[in-house]
């Protein structure tokens, strides 16, 4: 009855009313209830159709297709009809006598009924809207970048042309579903000006929609996505709309949102919770495969052991019932769940072996990393996805595509180098990214080491490849005069080659655009630093002086990543304390707007840096706040959730020794003594030749202990005690540290030996620890705020700790054994204060 009134409502606006102005024709399409009377009308009266008729009949045949389920929809048949084939003569027939709205709303459902872009109708559908496109009205452009988006015309210089017009009439935009959708479809084309007045205009006109009309923050999250632009205040906006419309979202909208989030790094605590109750109520109405995958995906990442048992003995059920696609959907998750479920895991495999001509090249190398990541034990399948793979590489030109398809090739067991692969790799890298590069030389490496012939030498063709990808890398990072470029290039890059070949050079470049950094790219460049372990002290310097200049304009949630680096670098910029000073005042007033994850981080970054605002500490360490924590975490990835809990262990080791005024319980004993039994307790092969030549320096082995576990769960590498006049002191004659029930530290013995609870008077207990590559920054020789976080609680603990770094045991001039045991002597018994 709905689409009837709106038909009847469109009628009246076109054709004037009375019995003698009747359109008899219109009369009998707007009584269709489906397809087959909508053909009859068009059969009965093809020499009467006008440019409205056949309008209006493509209309309401995708109208009636959109109100059914996915499952029933029958656009196939629709579009093989005879009656369609003679609509789209008609229409192209009549194109010039349609109106603009016409013209655009025909092109929008014949794409909708899957005819196909290259087909003639549709052709000059766009080319008469290109011909019109200064005159069109916002909403009819709107729809129109919508259908260039479908055919995959963003990158289009008709698109460019829709962008230009909506630089020039933004002003014009009142409604949010309008901005919105062309926000989306303009996206890839935007330049940092337009994006800035995008992201004003949309966050006005969300204030002054109806906050029910979801989709429009939804659109505004996409675009932000699209854009790789994290604006918070915008996004956290989006985000409290969506909160609100929980009740009214179904799964297939919670799994687009979740998705959107995820690939933003946005974990919001709040909407991770609700959407999480929403889908488990959604669980027993969920039995249709569409829904069923889309709850899937959404639900089974955050869901306990019990509810991921339950959700893949119904995908079981289901399996036969998947189409292609969810099949694919579905195998993803697993391997997001870390699912070890041979029989599903199977199951799918066989639904996608059967489908693999169906798969696009991308698909076909998700397909591959999925079923590795996996374990699939199918011979089979990943012989036929090779060969997929290989096919697709021959003749793809995109960069992109061929650096995704030789990273799925060289994670194929026994993969060697296809002379044909490695021709299409040299023909894509003067066109790469970083990124790309990087990629290339880790392929290059695992090449090399299943070529037989490396155990001789490098054969020439990786020695060239190699050369040709540092060459290529160096010269993008010259030819860069955007700093925001940069950023982007760099965000994921790792492994060994980018950090051999271009991390100096990335820092020598950043340096170079120095005047660019602004509030608006301090966290990316912030987060860069930190992962690279990277200290550079210029930009470190910079950071901290636009911090302090523009601490109003950050986001207060975004100071935990401008922090980090200074934190675990353990770098303090002139005037330290004026920059952490500002940072707290600037984000405590909004410590009960955090994620209760992000706040625990931010705290831990203080803490390293020997900072402990009091109203942080509080606000962290109360009953509420760690229950909030628990069911954030339960909905975080297992990686994410394991470095959060992690962390608030050692705050609250921190902060029970640093901060013994606050009171702060220590109550992590039994997640200490769990991850201890899970630790690998080796030692590595620097402290096996330390301890052997110990005993030797100390005079007996029994005066020193390996291994030795503190109060609070610090492991010593060495322990050991000297007297007053610093000789050691044998085992035996004194006891491990321990906890007392008051919290305090006290050398635990046995009841009747409560005499001996002290060191003897003057005596000494020494930490002796070795500090590896991790310990320090990548370029030089300061030690990182871990390790100096460690040395402070050791020394609290009672300790005096000495430490080895491993650039000096490791130095040429320790060439012998005679020369570390001289090390070690003078380690221990002159450089000991």
Same mark, same amino acid.
Not at 113 to 135: I, K
Not at 742 to 757: C, L, M, Q
Not at 765 to 781: P, T
């Given at each position: 009855?709905?689409?009837?009134?709106?038909?009847?409502?469109?009628?009246?606006?076109?054709?004037?009313?009375?019995?003698?102005?009747?359109?008899?024709? %219109?009369?009998?399409?707007?009584?269709?209830?489906?397809?087959?009377?909508?053909?009859?009308?068009?059969?009965?009266? +093809?020499?009467?159709?006008?440019?409205?008729? !056949?309008?209006?009949?493509?209309?309401?045949?995708?109208?009636? $297709?959109?109100?059914?389920?996915?499952?029933?929809?029958?656009?196939?048949? #629709?579009?093989?009809? *005879?009656?369609?084939?003679?609509?789209?003569?008609?229409?192209?027939?009549?194109?010039?006598?349609?109106?603009?709205?016409?013209?655009?709303?025909?092109?929008?459902?014949?794409?909708?009924?899957?005819?196909?872009?290259?087909?003639? %109708?549709?052709?000059?559908?766009?080319?008469?809207?290109?011909?019109?496109?200064?005159?069109?009205?916002?909403?009819?452009?709107? +729809? /129109?970048?919508?259908?260039?988006?479908?055919?995959?015309?963003?990158?289009? =210089?008709?698109?460019?042309?829709?962008?230009?017009?909506?630089?020039?009439?933004?002003?014009?935009?009142?409604?949010?579903?309008?901005?919105?959708?062309?926000?989306?479809?303009?996206?890839?084309?935007?330049?940092?000006?337009?994006?800035? &007045?995008?992201?004003?205009?949309?966050?006005?006109?969300?204030?002054?929609?109806?906050?029910?009309?979801?989709?429009?923050?939804?659109?505004? !999250? $996409?675009?932000?996505?699209?854009?790789?632009?994290?604006?918070?205040?915008?996004?956290?906006?989006?985000?409290?709309?969506?909160?609100?419309?929980?009740?009214?979202?179904?799964?297939?909208?919670?799994?687009?949102?979740?998705?959107?989030?995820?690939?933003?790094?946005?974990?919001?605590?709040?909407?991770?919770?609700?959407?999480?109750?929403?889908?488990?109520?959604?669980?027993?109405?969920?039995?249709?495969? &569409?829904?069923?995958?889309?709850?899937?995906?959404?639900?089974?990442?955050?869901?306990?052991?019990?509810?991921?048992?339950?959700?893949?003995?119904?995908?079981?059920?289901?399996?036969?019932?998947?189409?292609?696609?969810?099949?694919?959907?579905?195998?993803?998750?697993?391997?997001?769940?870390?699912?070890?479920?041979?029989?599903?895991?199977?199951?799918?495999?066989?639904?996608?072996?059967?489908?693999?001509?169906?798969? @696009?090249?991308?698909?076909?190398?998700?397909?591959?990393?999925?079923?590795?990541?996996?374990?699939?034990?199918?011979?089979?399948?990943?012989?036929?996805?090779?060969?997929?793979?290989?096919?697709?590489?021959?003749?793809?030109?995109?960069?992109?595509? !061929?650096?995704?398809?030789?990273?799925?090739?060289?994670?194929?067991?026994?993969?060697?180098?296809?002379?044909?692969?490695?021709?299409?790799?040299?023909?894509?890298?003067?066109?790469?990214?970083?990124?790309?590069?990087?990629?290339?030389?880790?392929?290059?490496?695992?090449?090399?080491?299943?070529?037989?012939?490396?155990?001789?030498?490098?054969?020439?063709?990786?020695?060239?490849?190699?050369?040709?990808?540092?060459?290529?890398?160096?010269?993008?990072?010259?030819?860069?005069?955007?700093?925001?470029?940069?950023?982007?290039?760099?965000?994921?890059?790792?492994?060994?080659?980018?950090?051999?070949?271009?991390?100096?050079?990335?820092?020598?470049?950043?340096?170079?655009?120095?005047?660019?950094?602004?509030?608006?790219?301090?966290?990316?460049?912030?987060?860069?630093?930190?992962?690279?372990?990277?200290?550079?002290?210029?930009?470190?310097?910079?950071?901290?002086?636009?911090?302090?200049?523009?601490?109003?304009?950050?986001?207060?949630? &975004?100071?935990?990543?401008?922090?980090?680096?200074?934190?675990?670098?353990?770098?303090?910029?002139?005037?330290?304390?004026?920059?952490?000073?500002?940072?707290?005042?600037?984000?405590? =007033?909004?410590?009960?707007? /955090?994620?209760?994850?992000?706040?625990?981080?931010?705290?831990?970054?203080?803490?390293?840096?020997?900072?402990?605002?009091?109203?942080?500490?509080?606000?962290?360490?109360?009953?509420?706040?760690?229950? @909030?924590?628990?069911?954030?975490?339960?909905?975080?990835?297992? &990686?994410?959730?394991?470095?959060?809990?992690?962390?608030?262990?050692?705050?609250?080791?921190?902060?029970?020794?640093?901060?013994?005024?606050?009171?702060?319980?220590?109550?992590?004993?039994?997640?200490?003594?769990?991850?201890?039994? @899970?630790?690998?307790?080796?030692?590595?092969?620097?402290?096996?030749?330390?301890?052997?030549?110990?005993?030797? #320096?100390?005079?007996?082995?029994?005066?020193?202990? #390996?291994?030795?576990?503190?109060?609070?769960?610090?492991?010593?590498?060495?322990?050991?005690?000297?007297?007053?006049?610093?000789?050691?002191? =044998?085992?035996?004659?004194?006891?491990?540290?321990?906890?007392?029930?008051?919290? +305090?530290?006290?050398?635990?013995?046995?009841?009747?030996?409560?005499?001996?609870?002290?060191?003897?008077?003057?005596?000494? @207990?020494?930490?002796?620890?070795?500090?590896?590559?991790?310990?320090?920054?990548?370029?030089?020789?300061?030690?990182?705020?871990?390790?100096?976080?460690?040395?402070?609680?050791?020394?609290?603990?009672?300790?005096?700790?000495?430490?080895?770094?491993?650039?000096?045991?490791?130095?040429?001039?320790?060439?012998?054994?005679?020369?570390?045991?001289?090390?070690?002597?003078?380690?221990? /018994?002159?450089?000991? *204060?």
């Amino acid at each position: 009855m709905f689409r009837l009134r709106l038909i009847r409502a469109g009628s009246r606006r076109l054709f004037h009313s009375g019995a003698a102005s009747r359109d008899q024709v %219109l009369d009998q399409l707007q009584v269709c209830s489906a397809e087959d009377q909508v053909f009859d009308v068009v059969d009965r009266n +093809k020499a009467k159709l006008s440019a409205r008729h !056949v309008g209006c009949a493509i209309g309401l045949l995708w109208q009636i $297709q959109r109100e059914r389920p996915q499952i029933l929809r029958t656009v196939e048949i #629709v579009r093989n009809h *005879p009656q369609f084939l003679t609509l789209r003569v008609l229409a192209e027939n009549k194109i010039s006598l349609m109106d603009d709205g016409s013209v655009v709303n025909m092109l929008y459902d014949v794409l909708r009924l899957n005819v196909e872009q290259h087909d003639s %109708l549709v052709q000059q559908l766009v080319t008469e809207a290109w011909n019109r496109l200064e005159r069109f009205q916002m909403p009819t452009l709107s +729809k /129109f970048a919508v259908c260039l988006s479908d055919q995959f015309l963003q990158h289009s =210089p008709l698109m460019g042309q829709i962008t230009d017009i909506v630089s020039r009439r933004l002003d014009s935009i009142q409604d949010a579903r309008v901005l919105t959708t062309l926000m989306i479809s303009i996206s890839s084309l935007v330049s940092p000006k337009l994006r800035d &007045a995008l992201i004003e205009k949309a966050d006005a006109l969300l204030d002054q929609m109806d906050p029910l009309h979801f989709n429009n923050p939804r659109r505004v !999250v $996409q675009f932000l996505r699209n854009i790789r632009h994290v604006h918070r205040p915008l996004l956290e906006k989006c985000n409290r709309i969506l909160l609100q419309n929980i009740p009214h979202l179904d799964a297939e909208h919670i799994s687009i949102i979740l998705g959107l989030y995820q690939s933003m790094q946005f974990n919001n605590c709040d909407f991770r919770l609700a959407a999480k109750q929403k889908l488990m109520e959604l669980v027993d109405t969920s039995t249709d495969p &569409a829904t069923f995958t889309k709850l899937f995906a959404s639900l089974g990442p955050m869901a306990g052991q019990g509810i991921r048992e339950g959700l893949e003995s119904t995908a079981l059920l289901l399996a036969n019932e998947l189409n292609a696609q969810q099949a694919l959907g579905v195998m993803e998750t697993m391997e997001e769940m870390q699912s070890r479920n041979l029989q599903l895991i199977n199951k799918m495999a066989g639904i996608i072996f059967k489908n693999l001509e169906t798969y @696009r090249a991308v698909e076909i190398a998700r397909i591959t990393q999925t079923l590795i990541l996996l374990h699939c034990q199918n011979p089979e399948i990943f012989s036929r996805l090779r060969t997929k793979l290989l096919q697709y590489l021959q003749h793809s030109v995109y960069p992109y595509e !061929v650096t995704m398809l030789t990273r799925v090739l060289s994670m194929l067991s026994s993969s060697r180098l296809d002379e044909g692969v490695l021709s299409r790799v040299n023909a894509v890298i003067p066109q790469c990214n970083l990124n790309d590069l990087n990629t290339f030389a880790m392929v290059v490496a695992k090449w090399i080491r299943n070529d037989p012939s490396y155990r001789h030498n490098t054969p020439s063709k990786y020695v060239r490849l190699l050369q040709t990808l540092n060459r290529c890398g160096h010269e993008r990072l010259h030819q860069f005069d955007r700093l925001e470029v940069v950023l982007e290039e760099v965000k994921y890059l790792s492994g060994e080659w980018f950090e051999e070949m271009l991390v100096e050079q990335s820092m020598v470049t950043m340096q170079r655009l120095i005047d660019q950094i602004s509030w608006t790219n301090i966290p990316e460049l912030a987060v860069y630093l930190t992962r690279t372990n990277y200290l550079c002290t210029p930009l470190l310097d910079r950071i901290a002086g636009v911090m302090i200049e523009n601490i109003e304009k950050i986001h207060y949630s &975004a100071t935990y990543a401008a922090l980090l680096p200074f934190a675990v670098l353990n770098y303090d910029p002139s005037g330290s304390e004026e920059f952490l000073d500002v940072c707290v005042q600037h984000f405590t =007033p909004h410590i009960s707007s /955090f994620d209760p994850h992000l706040l625990v981080l931010l705290a831990y970054a203080l803490a390293m840096a020997d900072y402990f605002p009091e109203e942080v500490i509080r606000e962290i360490f109360n009953v509420d706040f760690l229950a @909030r924590l628990d069911a954030q975490l339960e909905t975080l990835p297992d &990686a994410l959730n394991m470095r959060v809990r992690l962390r608030l262990m050692e705050l609250n080791r921190a902060v029970c020794l640093e901060c013994p005024e606050f009171q702060v319980p220590w109550f992590h004993e039994r997640y200490c003594t769990q991850l201890q039994k @899970r630790a690998n307790s080796s030692i590595s092969a620097a402290q096996q030749q330390i301890h052997k030549m110990l005993g030797g #320096v100390l005079g007996s082995i029994s005066c020193a202990r #390996v291994g030795v576990l503190t109060p609070y769960f610090y492991t010593v590498d060495f322990e050991f005690i000297l007297d007053r006049n610093l000789q050691p002191i =044998p085992y035996g004659e004194s006891s491990p540290l321990q906890i007392s029930e008051n919290g +305090k530290v006290e050398w635990e013995s046995k009841p009747a030996d409560r005499e001996r609870s002290e060191l003897p008077p003057g005596a000494r @207990r020494i930490a002796l620890d070795f500090l590896d590559a991790k310990s320090f920054c990548k370029n030089s020789r300061q030690m990182k705020g871990d390790a100096t976080m460690r040395k402070r609680h050791l020394e609290i603990l009672g300790y005096h700790v000495l430490q080895i770094p491993h650039f000096e045991w490791n130095s040429m001039e320790l060439s012998t054994e005679d020369a570390w045991r001289e090390y070690l002597r003078r380690k221990i /018994f002159t450089e000991l *204060p």
